[in-house]
C-alpha cells in the first residue's frame, strides 16, 4: 500500500481495487481479487461482528459458492447442514423435498448465523491477502471533475481510499451507485424480509421449512396473507422464523410486517415454540432487491456486485449465492483489466465482459422470476398452486429445482434441460 496526500492534507490510501462493504458478496469479490494478485482495501462500515437480517439457511447453490472460495463447509468446522426443504402448503400434510443429486452442485445446504459468517468471510479474505479496514463508513464517491469516472470513495470521518475501480456492495442501501445517477428499476420486483429467533425443540431439524400459505388464524379458515414463511433450524437450540412479502402482493409497503409475523406464527402448533416468551432478540426486517434492479452493473470505473445490483432471485429471495458468484466474475475482469492497462480502451473492453456474465448467467433466470412474482403477488393464486400441486411429487421437484436454480449445465435430466432452456429463450432481465 502506498499513501500520499489529498489536496486537503487528509491521509489518502490507494490500491488497484476498493471494495465497499464486507457481506458476503464484498468479500469474496476481495478473496478472489486478491489471488489474482491485486491490492485490495476492503471497507466496512461497522466492527466485526455485526447482525444482518437474513435466514441463515443456505441452499446447495451457495454452499457450492463457499467451496468455490476456498470454504470448509463441513459440520466439523461448524455448519449445519440441510438435506432438503420441506413446504407447508395447505390442505395437505408437509411434503419433504430432498435437495437434487447433481453434477454442478452439492447434495446439501448450510446454515450459519450471519452475525458469524459475515466474520468469517472477511477474515477469510484477509488471509488471502485483502486489507480489511472496519469503521469505514463511507459517505461519497470521489470522481474525476472531467471524466466522471470514480476514483476513490471518502468516509464519514474523512478519509479518503483511492483505487482506480471501486467496487460497490454497500448492500441494499446502494449509496454508492445512488450518489453516481444509478436508480433502481421500479419495473423490477422488491422484497422485504423480516425475521427473528425462537427458542424451539425443531433446532436440529434436518430440513429447511417454506411455509406458502400464511394464514392470520386456523389454516384454512382464516385470512390468506400475502407472502410465505420460512422456519430454518439453527441447531443451537434456536430457529431463525421469518416471512418474505413482494412488491406484487396487494397492500405492499402499507403492511405491519412484524405484526404479520406474529400472525402468522400464532397460527402454528403451539409445542413449536414460536410465541413471545421464547423469542431471542428482536423482530428486524429488510429490503431485497431483486431481478437486477440497478443497472448498469459496470460503469465509469464502478462494480455492482450483490444486493446493490439487485441481485436477489425473484424466485426464492435467495441474494448470498448470487452475491459470492458476482464476486467471482467481478473479480476477472478487475484482473483483466489491470493486465491491459489501466484507463486504456482495451481494459474497459475487459471490464464489459462482466456485465454481459452476469447476463448471460443469470439474466434469462431472472426474467422468468419476474413473471413469476406478478404470478404469485395474488394470495388466490399460490392457493390455487399449493393446493393443486403440492400433492403431485414429480411436480413439485421440477419447482424446487426451478425456484432454487439447481440444475446441471450439460448432463442434466429432462427437468434441467426444460428450465435451462426457458432461461435461455428468456430476455434477459
Given at each position: 500500500?502506498?499513501?500520499?496526500?489529498?489536496?486537503?492534507?487528509?491521509?489518502?490510501?490507494?490500491?488497484?481495487?476498493?471494495?465497499?462493504?464486507?457481506?458476503?458478496?464484498?468479500?469474496?469479490?476481495?478473496?478472489?481479487?486478491?489471488?489474482?494478485?491485486?491490492?485490495?482495501?476492503?471497507?466496512?462500515?461497522?466492527?466485526?461482528?455485526?447482525?444482518?437480517?437474513?435466514?441463515?439457511g443456505?441452499?446447495?447453490?451457495?454452499?457450492?459458492?463457499?467451496?468455490?472460495?476456498?470454504?470448509?463447509?463441513?459440520?466439523?468446522?461448524?455448519?449445519?447442514?440441510?438435506?432438503?426443504?420441506?413446504?407447508?402448503?395447505?390442505?395437505?400434510?408437509?411434503?419433504e423435498?430432498?435437495?437434487?443429486?447433481?453434477?454442478d452442485?452439492?447434495?446439501?445446504?448450510?446454515?450459519r448465523?450471519?452475525?458469524?459468517?459475515?466474520?468469517?468471510?472477511?477474515?477469510?479474505?484477509?488471509?488471502?491477502?485483502?486489507?480489511?479496514?472496519?469503521?469505514?463508513?463511507?459517505?461519497?464517491?470521489?470522481?474525476?471533475?472531467?471524466t466522471?469516472?470514480?476514483?476513490?470513495?471518502?468516509?464519514?470521518?474523512?478519509?479518503?481510499?483511492?483505487?482506480?475501480?471501486?467496487?460497490?456492495?454497500?448492500?441494499?442501501?446502494?449509496?454508492?451507485?445512488?450518489?453516481?445517477?444509478?436508480?433502481?428499476?421500479?419495473?423490477?420486483?422488491?422484497?422485504?424480509?423480516?425475521?427473528t429467533?425462537?427458542?424451539?425443540?425443531?433446532?436440529?431439524?434436518?430440513?429447511?421449512?417454506?411455509?406458502?400459505?400464511?394464514?392470520?388464524?386456523?389454516?384454512?379458515?382464516?385470512?390468506?396473507?400475502?407472502?410465505?414463511g420460512?422456519?430454518?433450524?439453527?441447531?443451537?437450540?434456536?430457529?431463525?422464523?421469518?416471512?418474505?412479502?413482494?412488491?406484487?402482493?396487494?397492500?405492499?409497503?402499507?403492511t405491519?410486517?412484524?405484526?404479520?409475523?406474529?400472525?402468522?406464527?400464532?397460527?402454528?402448533?403451539?409445542?413449536?415454540?414460536?410465541?413471545?416468551?421464547?423469542?431471542?432478540?428482536?423482530?428486524?426486517?429488510?429490503?431485497?432487491?431483486?431481478?437486477?434492479?440497478?443497472?448498469?452493473?459496470?460503469?465509469?470505473?464502478l462494480?455492482?456486485?450483490?444486493?446493490?445490483?439487485?441481485?436477489?432471485?425473484?424466485?426464492?429471495?435467495?441474494?448470498?449465492?448470487?452475491?459470492?458468484?458476482?464476486?467471482?466474475?467481478?473479480?476477472?475482469?478487475?484482473?483483466?483489466?489491470?493486465?491491459?492497462?489501466v484507463?486504456?480502451?482495451?481494459?474497459?473492453?475487459?471490464?464489459?465482459a462482466?456485465?454481459a456474465?452476469?447476463?448471460?448467467s443469470?439474466?434469462?433466470?431472472?426474467r422468468?422470476?419476474?413473471?413469476?412474482?406478478?404470478?404469485?403477488?395474488?394470495?388466490?393464486?399460490?392457493?390455487?398452486?399449493?393446493r393443486?400441486?403440492?400433492?403431485?411429487?414429480?411436480?413439485?421437484?421440477?419447482?424446487?429445482?426451478?425456484?432454487a436454480?439447481?440444475?446441471?449445465?450439460?448432463?442434466?435430466?429432462?427437468?434441467?434441460r426444460i428450465?435451462?432452456?426457458?432461461?435461455?429463450?428468456?430476455?434477459?432481465?
Amino acid at each position: 500500500m502506498s499513501f500520499a496526500s489529498s489536496g486537503t492534507a487528509r491521509p489518502t490510501q490507494e490500491s488497484d481495487v476498493i471494495v465497499v462493504g464486507a457481506g458476503p458478496g464484498g468479500s469474496a469479490t476481495a478473496t478472489y481479487l486478491a489471488r489474482h494478485g491485486l491490492s485490495v482495501t476492503l471497507l466496512e462500515k461497522s466492527h466485526f461482528p455485526r447482525e444482518k437480517v437474513c435466514g441463515d439457511g443456505l441452499t446447495p447453490r451457495a454452499t457450492r459458492a463457499l467451496t468455490r472460495l476456498g470454504i470448509d463447509t463441513s459440520e466439523e468446522a461448524g455448519w449445519i447442514h440441510n438435506k432438503g426443504l420441506r413446504v407447508h402448503g395447505g390442505h395437505v400434510k408437509p411434503f419433504e423435498l430432498l435437495w437434487p443429486d447433481l453434477t454442478d452442485f452439492p447434495p446439501y445446504g448450510v446454515q450459519r448465523p450471519r452475525s458469524d459468517f459475515d466474520d468469517m468471510l472477511a477474515r477469510h479474505a484477509v488471509a488471502a491477502g485483502a486489507e480489511l479496514v472496519e469503521g469505514a463508513n463511507v459517505t461519497n464517491a470521489v470522481l474525476d471533475d472531467r471524466t466522471g469516472r470514480i476514483t476513490g470513495v471518502e468516509t464519514k470521518d474523512g478519509r479518503i481510499f483511492k483505487a482506480p475501480y471501486v467496487v460497490a456492495a454497500d448492500g441494499n442501501s446502494a449509496r454508492l451507485a445512488i450518489s453516481m445517477g444509478l436508480n433502481k428499476i421500479d419495473s423490477r420486483p422488491m422484497g422485504v424480509a423480516v425475521r427473528t429467533y425462537y427458542k424451539s425443540p425443531l433446532s436440529d431439524d434436518e430440513f429447511l421449512e417454506s411455509h406458502l400459505q400464511l394464514w392470520d388464524g386456523e389454516p384454512g379458515k382464516s385470512t390468506l396473507l400475502p407472502g410465505y414463511g420460512w422456519i430454518f433450524p439453527m441447531g443451537d437450540g434456536t430457529c431463525n422464523v421469518g416471512l418474505g412479502v413482494l412488491s406484487t402482493s396487494k397492500g405492499f409497503g402499507q403492511t405491519n410486517y412484524r405484526d404479520l409475523l406474529k400472525r402468522w406464527l400464532a397460527g402454528t402448533p403451539e409445542e413449536w415454540g414460536y410465541r413471545d416468551e421464547n423469542m431471542v432478540g428482536k423482530v428486524q426486517s429488510a429490503a431485497l432487491p431483486m431481478a437486477f434492479n440497478r443497472q448498469p452493473h459496470y460503469g465509469r470505473g464502478l462494480v455492482l456486485v450483490g444486493d446493490a445490483g439487485g441481485m436477489v432471485s425473484p424466485f426464492n429471495g435467495e441474494g448470498i449465492a448470487y452475491a459470492m458468484e458476482a464476486g467471482e466474475l467481478a473479480a476477472q475482469a478487475l484482473a483483466e483489466a489491470k493486465s491491459r492497462g489501466v484507463g486504456t480502451a482495451s481494459a474497459e473492453r475487459a471490464m464489459q465482459a462482466y456485465p454481459a456474465a452476469l447476463k448471460d448467467s443469470l439474466g434469462g433466470y431472472y426474467r422468468l422470476g419476474m413473471i413469476f412474482t406478478k404470478l404469485i403477488g395474488d394470495p388466490r393464486i399460490m392457493y390455487i398452486c399449493t393446493r393443486y400441486g403440492l400433492p403431485r411429487p414429480m411436480l413439485m421437484r421440477f419447482v424446487m429445482k426451478l425456484l432454487a436454480n439447481l440444475t446441471d449445465a450439460r448432463d442434466g435430466d429432462a427437468m434441467d434441460r426444460i428450465i435451462n432452456t426457458l432461461c435461455k429463450v428468456a430476455p434477459s432481465a
